[in-house]
């Protein structure tokens, strides 16, 4: 059974779940302070607002800081009142130039700022900004926090572990939550929507609902909901070149496990995502993730999840976008327990401790326009990649993925 003594031994999950709460709250009181990359409103004259007319403006201009984070300089306005005695609202002031009593204009400027509620990391990111849409991978988990919608199919053959630390379901055999019978090779397909939402372009939560189609050996075929998930994600960094962010993962159990379509317990799952520009072209990626169970049976077990990608756009006009993405993988078992089934049938129970998977994936990732407009056609991409298992222990030894994504 579960105990929240046993997180206490996880100091990656303590510390990812905290990290991910206290710099959402953090992020989002920034936000409706109006504070981050954008100034507040400066005012270098003790005029009443009331009184200010606009005189000459200019649109605001980008800007690198000391720290390397690209911000927003704010127009500056020059604002012209005539001066009253009384210091009563006169109403609108005049555009002609107006003088004190010594004869000198009287003149008023404020920095005016481009407001709290523009979006500007997700501008600069998510939307592309200089150097144009971000070329990311297709295996390894998105790292930009943006609003979005993607829809993806996996197409996973030859997994001959199916309950390893109940990792892809629950531990198999009679009197079991999962299969009646043990899989020495399991097929599956999975169609999944992911949605995400970002309010200020550092926090968002999302949900991804997954339904399955699994083709055991000797089981029977099976489909249906697999584990639902959810979450929250923050950007702890978000520079013109790099973007770090915290991300915690919530799995929910399903009730029909004996089917295969997933595991009957909780699961959740903290991790860092990383993404930088190294050039406008060439894009490196990389996650560190630990999942891990809640309450399952004695083959549950700890599974660290970590890759690297490197992306480069081949082609990148005003209206297409696309470039080569290669990822690796790899998967380490930190406890629980695996059915295996040997050539003769013979079914055993192993210790998956210490069990390492790497995978590498190939794959090609294109979109519409150059990423920095706003618009379903500006906003769109594809993922097309296969993954092959270079280990002799697998999850499954073929994938083939495709998505389509859509920002909003």
């Not at 199919?153 to 043990?182: C, H, I, Q, V």
């Not at 997954?210 to 249906?224: K, M, T, V």
């Not at 690297?308 to 990148?316: A, C, I, L, Q, R």
């Amino acid at each position: 059974m579960f105990s929240f003594a046993r997180l206490w031994k996880r100091p990656l999950a303590l510390a990812g779940a905290a990290w991910v709460l206290v710099g959402g709250i953090s992020g989002c009181a920034q936000n409706m302070k109006g504070t981050g990359a954008l100034a507040e409103p400066v005012m270098t004259s003790a005029v009443a607002p009331s009184y200010l007319s606009k005189q000459a403006s200019a649109p605001p201009a980008a800007r690198s800081s000391p720290s390397g984070t690209v911000v927003r300089t704010a127009a500056v306005e020059t604002l012209t009142k005539p001066p009253t005695m009384s210091g009563a609202d006169d109403g609108p002031a005049e555009k002609t130039d107006k003088t004190d009593k010594a004869g000198a204009p009287t003149t008023t400027t404020t920095v005016v700022s481009s407001g709290p509620g523009e979006n500007y990391f997700s501008q600069d990111w998510a939307n592309g900004g200089a150097g144009g849409a971000a070329l990311e991978g297709g295996f390894l988990d998105p790292v930009m926090v943006r609003s979005q919608v993607r829809f993806r199919a996996d197409f996973g053959y030859d997994m001959n572990r199916p309950d390893r630390a109940e990792y892809f379901y629950s531990k198999s055999g009679p009197g079991n939550p999962g299969p009646l019978a043990a899989e020495r090779k399991v097929d599956y397909q999975d169609l999944s929507t992911y949605l995400e939402y970002s309010p200020n372009g550092r926090f968002s939560v999302f949900a991804e609902v997954p339904f399955r189609f699994l083709n055991p050996e000797i089981n029977p075929d099976e489909r249906g909901l697999s584990n639902i998930n959810a979450g929250v994600r923050y950007a702890i960094i978000a520079e013109d070149c790099r973007y770090l962010t915290a991300q915690l993962r919530w799995y929910f159990p399903i009730t029909n496990s004996h089917t295969g379509l997933g595991y009957k317990h909780e699961a959740i799952e903290p991790g860092l995502l990383y993404f930088q520009k190294v050039t406008d072209r060439l894009h490196v990626q990389a996650e560190l993730r630990d999942w891990i169970p809640l309450a399952g049976t004695d083959y549950e077990g700890n599974v660290l999840r970590y890759g690297f990608g490197v992306g480069y756009k081949v082609v990148e006009t005003c209206r297409f976008w696309a470039g080569p993405v290669a990822e690796i993988i790899g998967w380490s078992v930190l406890d629980g327990k695996e059915t295996t089934v040997d050539d003769f049938g013979i079914v055993r129970t192993e210790k998956a401790s210490n069990d390492t998977i790497i995978n590498a994936s190939i794959g090609v990732r294109l979109g519409l326009g150059d990423g920095s407009q706003s618009g379903v056609r500006n906003q769109s991409d594809l993922f097309i990649g296969y993954s092959h298992s270079l280990t002799g222990e697998v999850w499954t030894k073929d994938m083939v993925r495709i998505e389509a994504r859509l920002r909003f």
